[in-house]
Nanobody, 126 residues
């Protein structure tokens, strides 16, 4: 089992920034590629970004390219999502997730993710 816990969500104005954290515990963290997804009520969960197990390849959904940055530290068992220039449409619950099976990016297939955190709410006011 791999346990994941997100933190860092909150309320921010349009154009502001937030940094989400995802702390892992349990199974060897460095074996997993990590992704961030988001979901709003009534909508399907959507993939935002992913980083491979080594941390040297990152992938982004088009709607966050140039604004969001994903990073990880395997020694600390942490993943971060730096979100800049936030927009009201970024309002959602954000989840981190672990994918131990996919061998190559972009790691954007939700069903490949085995472990999920509980989510953290991000609200961007206009």
């Amino acid at each position: 089992q791999l346990q994941l816990a997100e933190s860092g969500g909150g309320l921010v104005q349009t154009g502001g920034s937030l940094r989400l954290s995802c702390a892992a515990s349990g199974r060897p963290f460095s074996s997993y590629s990590m992704g961030w997804f988001r979901q709003t009520p009534g909508k399907a969960r959507e993939w935002v970004t992913a980083i491979n197990y080594r941390g040297d390849d990152t992938y982004y959904a088009d709607f966050v390219k140039g604004r969001f940055t994903v990073s990880r530290d395997n020694a600390k068992k942490m993943v971060w999502l730096q979100m800049n220039n936030l927009k009201p449409e970024d309002t959602a619950t954000y989840y981190c997730a672990a994918d131990g099976d996919s061998v190559a990016g972009p790691f954007n297939v939700e069903r490949e993710y085995e472990y999920w955190g509980q989510g953290t709410q991000v609200t961007v006011s206009s």
